[in-house]
């Protein structure tokens, strides 16, 4: 796969072998295209309402829990942005009047560029509910035809950024809810460990953790509780209390 996305780079470099373009986009001279690289080899896919039992879960179960504090969520792979956008039409149409925010993340800058617009293909919108589309989605005319943009006032709450999972993210801030979808399948186990260590930092105790439903954590070990199949919640009791104890 690796080699199947590069070797037109490389061509275009005229290198002769991938060690030397390693040692390009490793260098201070290579910065932007490491960029190219990290969007050739990084896999996007996603759509609006993907695993929608994790939509129903928030609405239904998270935010009723949260009363009437505001709500903060790290959407942590982002990709082109259908899955941030979704979460907020969710708190929109579910918190009324109370206060969200919404942090998108990914690795790709081409992905972000794209998420950033909030404007997609409409044949890309079969998964929102219908009165979600009603309410805040607007279908474009003229040259935009068959495109949909999502309305500026959820867009506007929705901050995106680069990150890179490997590493801790900072400043570390406390999400209430983080969605790592469909990413851990492209790690191993040590990797795995290490990005979802990483993410714990940055929720809150009691928090919720939700991984796409096909994403195993098996043999891994987290201090997270087992909610439903692919929810996790951070326990309330963590780690420092226990040191509290042991050092009275
Ligand atoms: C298949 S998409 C999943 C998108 C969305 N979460 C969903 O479930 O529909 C995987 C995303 O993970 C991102 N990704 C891969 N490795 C990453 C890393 N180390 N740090 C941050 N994002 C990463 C990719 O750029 C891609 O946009």
Redesign the pocket.
Known sequence: MVTGRLWRRLKLFGYKDYETYFNYISSPAGIQECGVM?DLL??????FF??PAHFHFLRDEIIPQQGHHKIRVW??????G??PQSIAMVLADTLGKCDWDILA????GK?LERARTGVYRAERIDQIPADYLKKYCRRGIDEYEGMLAVAPSLRSRITFEQ????HPREPVEQFDVI?????L???DNATKQH?IENVLQSLRPGGWLIL?HCESVQGLNLNINLVKPSIYRKPLVGVSAFKRAASH
Not at 75 to 80: G, Y
């Open positions: 990290l990084t896999t996007n896919e996603t759509y993907r695993e959407c942590a792979a982002a990709a082109t259908e899955e993340t990914d690795i790709s992905a990150h890179n999972l490997l969605f790592l979808r469909n990413v399948v492209y790690f990005v796409g």
